[in-house]
């Protein structure tokens, strides 16, 4: 599947559209006969079929190439939006440096760090809920020396970890 058009800024030329999924070019491979498909389109479908889809003319997989370096360069020029632009990304960046803005972008959804959390957060607003998170584990704030989880600290009994404690050391 390729990247959707909608994110690209300016026109875009027909000849960097998959043939199959109509969606700008994504890791392209061309045929023999020249027509270009993103990778994962033209793998899927030549699963089912052994032709391409615009000209019917047959081809393997083991025909496939990179596509030429002028239209490679091309579509490494092309500008488009950060998929987080409906978080607030106000990002407009080459398709060859897209990737890594993706990777390093502060509005991008990433997974709390701590055990057992479930929440998604965008990155720049993650040390904020690092700082409340009800899985967060610090030390025991009585002195026992117990790290416990804030979800935790009503349970918490000092003196009957440390009994614990002294129990398995007998």
Not at 64 to 71: G, I
Not at 85 to 91: A, V
Not at 125 to 149: F, K, Q, W
């Amino acid at each position: 599947m390729g990247y959707d058009i909608e994110r690209f800024v300016g026109y875009v030329n027909e000849g960097l559209l998959c043939s199959i999924c109509r969606d700008v070019l994504e890791d392209p491979l061309q045929a023999p006969c020249e027509h270009a498909f993103c990778t994962a389109c033209i793998h899927g479908w030549l699963v089912h079929h052994s032709n391409c889809p615009e000209d019917r003319q047959v081809i393997d997989v083991a025909l496939l190439r990179p596509l030429y370096r002028y239209m490679k360069n091309d579509l490494n020029r092309l500008q488009l939006h950060c998929r987080n632009r409906e978080y607030g990304c106000e990002m407009v960046c080459s398709l060859e440096s897209i990737d890594r803005h993706e990777r390093e972008c502060e509005y991008s959804q990433i997974p709390c760090s701590n055990a057992g959390c479930t929440v998604q957060i965008e990155r720049r607003n993650l040390d904020g809920h690092l700082a409340v998170c009800e899985y967060r584990s610090r030390e025991c704030p009585n002195g026992c020396g117990y790290t416990i989880l804030s979800a935790e600290d009503t349970q918490h009994n000092c003196v009957a970890e440390l009994r614990t404690e002294l129990e398995l050391l007998r």
